[in-house]
């Protein structure tokens, strides 16, 4: 199962954007690149994912590498409610399931 | 549209004893996946269940076991309950076992203390 590395904190201001990276330098050509978070006492929200394009949505905007080694999630502007653990997981064609690592804890400061 | 409901929130069990835990997907999904989160970890797959058959496992010994029902609703039972089962159990609904455009929507999941 390919793995992702991410930093295990981050902070940012609030109102201000926010890149949360991840490196995935085994991915297979047939990984798609998911970003979930969990809030405290939640369970893990999906956020975003992405192939090989960049992608938005109405939370945010996945930008991923031209090698797809790796990627970053982007917050567009910061507020309280986005402090979570941010989990950026691999997912197979052949597989069903999300390997999760510790993923990035996001603090925002007011 | 309601998102995937788990029940009970919070249990306390005695080590050696079994637990049913139980999730209502959310309308329309057809797959139902159950993680375990032990403290500051992430979560662990535990097993899916597609149209009341399981088609994938983690790695959790046969004492953990499911059921998925004709109305795509879900339980997870655990046999011979051991200190380190203590955890956050979570379930997550989809529209589609094996579709990656779709992602998967979580509950709130069940907190386990085993003692």
């Known amino acids: 199962d390919a793995k992702t590395t991410q930093p295990n904190s981050m902070e940012s201001n609030e109102e201000e954007p926010v890149h949360l990276p991840c490196n995935h330098s085994?991915?297979?050509?047939?990984?798609?690149i998911h970003w979930y978070r969990q809030l405290p006492s939640q369970g893990p929200e999906y956020v975003i994912h992405g192939l090989t394009s960049n992608v938005n949505n109405r939370m945010a905007s996945l930008a991923i590498a031209e090698d797809r080694k790796s990627s970053t999630l982007i917050l567009h502007r910061a507020t309280l409610r986005d402090a979570a653990v941010y989990y950026c997981i691999l997912r197979d064609v052949g597989t069903y399931k999300y390997i999760f690592g510790t993923g990035t804890r996001l603090k925002v400061l007011a | 549209e309601t998102g995937v409901t788990q029940s009970p929130t919070h249990l306390i069990k005695t080590r050696g004893q079994q637990v049913t835990l139980r999730c209502s997907s959310q309308s329309g999904h057809n797959t139902v996946s159950w993680y375990q989160q032990a403290l500051g970890q992430g979560p662990q797959f535990i097993f899916q269940y597609y149209r009341e058959e399981e088609n994938g496992r983690g790695n959790f010994p046969p004492r953990f076991s499911g059921l998925q029902f004709p109305n795509y609703s879900s339980e997870l039972n655990v046999n011979a309950l051991e200190l380190d089962d203590s955890a956050l159990y979570l379930c997550?609904?989809?529209?589609?076992?094996?579709?990656?455009?779709?992602?998967?929507?979580f509950g709130s999941g069940t907190r386990l203390t085993v003692v």
């Open positions: 085994t991915i297979s050509g047939t990984d798609y």
């Open positions: 997550a609904s989809s529209p589609s076992a094996g579709a990656l455009e779709y992602g998967y929507t």
